[in-house]
DNA sequence: CGCGGCTTTGATGTTCATCAAGTAAAGTGG
DNA sequence: CCACTTTACTTGATGAACATCAAAGCCGCG
């Protein structure tokens, strides 16, 4: 498993920060210096589906963000089988909730197609973060945040079951990710089960019964979404 | 519900941050006249158990920090039922990840029993870490900390069951909160059954079932750890 | 002293996990 | 490129864990 990580590649983008797509984000009001310090911190790692970005138990000292492609946080759980905590998308701060915890990845984070991540040295963050108080602040505002989205999504989908659970998720990726209503999946069917907490069988037969019921199309990976409207109300109602 | 609100009763301490004894978690490091700008931002309010210290759509415009009693962080969903996002306890900075989200509280804030929070406007706070890089990170810092404890700490309550969640809760009581085998529960078993997800049925019955087993003592709200080492084992496996 | 909320136990039903078994697809090595 | 292996996908049958419904005793409080 673990050579995997030494198949990653590594290049430099002639890119700035500057001109990122991403940059308004969080970097918005950095000076010309500032910027300069970020940009040459900052490498592009590429890789591959399957390949594992962090392992758990891995030292923090970087910060991430997904420039292309998705990746998934996911832990073992104590009977060896994996729970997915979270999916990122293009935009995504992967890491940020965690970045300044000093000691180490509690979960790993791999990618789930071919994904493209800017790593930013941590020390170089924390520095302008101590010497920008505005960057400070705007860092802490999207923490609190990314941490309200989760523990609000968690909320709600705790109160589901099965049908509500998977109807979300294909949601998600039609209106979030694909803004299309016929998309690939890029993940398996266990790995929906991960996320949503089920078990893949039972992932597999609401995907089944959906597509008996006329309310998607599936052809292996691809999905269609043939009734929106009743999903959006099954995603609802739980 | 609201009259509530206004029932608390708003006093000024006339120790300062100073000499508190949960100074040195977040505000160690502070000069002195940074001291004085949190001190007179500051407000001691004690409220009663009941009594709602923050309502789900209030503005968020202060930190909290608990400072004798309980409180819990909780959400109402679809069906009415409430849903126990977490308690805290002395010492907990009851609604730091949610500080600098600019918009409002997405949960409620409760006290389960007399409770005593130190209040200190957001603006203030936000000034200091402006203006002190270094105090800056250690927010940063501890933010991080309790979101991976949070996500942690669901991930692991996620692969019990009933009984499972139930020891460590009793656990929970007994060794991060009072130290002891012999305590009183702060909360109802409905309260309960909301912490972990479970109705109120079944969180009594498994209370019963325990003390069948020997390994509690009931006595009303009164709880004795018989079976410590078994209970621990129970919390462990699940 | 009676009303509402908390507590308790039992009976029944639903949702989902588990086990089993087979097909399809996708890597892998010769 | 093909046999071989592994992983993904699919469906059915059975059982376990938990929710729901029902009913009754308890306790505090106005």
Known sequence: MWFKHFRMKIKKDIKSCKTCVYRQMLFGDLDDFEYKLINDA????????????????????????????????????????????????????????????????????????ETLVCDVDLEVLEHIICTNGDFAMRVLNR???????????RFEQSQKQLKGRIATILLYFADDVYHKKIFNLPITRREIGELIAMTTENTIRTFSEFKRDGLIDIQNKTITLVDYDRLKSIAKSG
Chains 1, 2 share one sequence.
Request: glycine share 6%; no cysteine.
């Open 42 to 113: 900052r490498a592009e790692r590429l890789y591959k589906r399957g390949e594992v970005i962090k392992y758990e138990g891995e030292k923090v000292d970087s910060f991430l963000y997904l420039r292309r492609g998705m990746v998934k946080l996911f832990k073992t759980d104590t009977r060896g089988k994996e729970q997915i905590l979270s999916l990122n998308k293009p935009g995504d701060f992967v890491n940020l909730l965690t970045i300044f915890t000093k000691t180490s990845y509690r979960y790993s984070i791999e990618a789930i197609e």
């Open 143 to 153: 923490m609190s945040n990314i941490s309200d989205e989760i523990i609000e999504s």
